[in-house]
């Protein structure tokens, strides 16, 4: 086992700083290749690079989670005590991102020139962290920590959405339309299917499973009451968030496209859902 597996805190210290490399880098190569780039608003710049963070940290980590859990026998040991160091480091990656980007949220209320984000989307962050957090501190819940992975499968998809309509495509062209069904379908399995199971796990295993048998002192209960609770809060989070997806898609689809529209429209909502 490498010292970073053995200590993730400098990898995400080190994964904060190489997601600003990254939002940096973004500025420079998209300011260079695209006209849209150039004439959007510093706000909507700083939007754009953001999610390019965000498909980076989401491509690697879900990729990463899936390759061990499919990979990785230590994972299938236990839903409880299965301890992988090799999964370890995507944790490790996605604390990182959600520390940066609860960052930029932050900044973003204190910049009145930035796009405005809601108290759900920070509610969401420390729900995220304090689940990853977890199996970071005891070496333990791998599987489903890593399990919760999967749900950054659709964070690319929705960021799809945005960069559509900083390319002025239309909310009625076939593209846009595609990558909204796509989206649903994916958060619906890969965010409200996947965390409510591992909620409903969370709570068998760690109460009525009798193999389990995970409480033998007050102290295990620091780990075997906030880790059902948490999960069962983000399977809330993600119902609701797809509930949103919904209600947005079906006032979509009731509006009729106006035929003088340019293809552009207020970002100020994009912020919603970022992670």
């Known amino acids: 086992m490498t010292l970073v597996e053995e200590t993730p805190y400098p990898l995400v210290l080190l994964a904060v700083l190489g997601f600003g490399l990254v939002h940096a880098t973004s500025h420079v190569v998209s300011a260079a290749v695209s006209p849209f780039y150039r004439q959007l608003p510093r706000a909507r710049q700083t939007a754009w690079n953001n999610r390019i963070v965000s498909i980076v940290h989401a491509l690697v980590v879900a990729a990463g989670a899936s390759r061990v ?21 995507y944790l490790a990656c996605f604390m990182a991102f959600s520390v940066y980007d609860l960052c930029v949220l932050t900044l973003r209320h204190l910049d009145p ?5 809601g108290r759900d989307m920070v509610l969401h962050h420390l729900v995220a962290i304090s689940i990853v957090s977890l199996p970071l501190l005891t070496k333990q819940l791998s599987h489903p920590s890593l399990l ?3 749900n950054e499968w659709s964070t690319p998809l929705l960021h799809l959405r945005y960069f559509l309509s900083d390319f002025q495509v239309p909310k009625s062209h076939w593209l846009c339309r595609a990558n909204e069904l796509a989206f649903a379908v994916v958060f619906f399995f890969c965010r409200v299917v996947l965390n409510t199971w591992i909620s409903v796990w ?3 295993h760690f109460f009525l499973d009798p193999e389990t048998a995970y409480i033998h002192s007050p102290a295990d209960l620091i780990v075997a009451i906030p880790a059902p609770l948490l999960a069962s809060a983000f399977a809330v989070l993600n119902i609701y968030w797809f509930v949103v997806i919904i209600r947005k898609a079906v006032a979509s689809l009731r509006k009729a496209p106006a035929p003088q529209a340019n293809g552009s429209h207020a970002d100020g909502k994009s912020s919603k859902k970022t992670d």
């Open 202 to 204: 969370a709570v068998y």
């Open 69 to 89: 859990l499919w990979l990785d026998p230590t994972v299938a040991h236990s839903f409880v005590y299965a301890y992988s160091p090799a999964g370890t480091v």
């Open 148 to 150: 919760f992975l999967i």
């Open 113 to 117: 020139t930035a796009l405005r984000v």
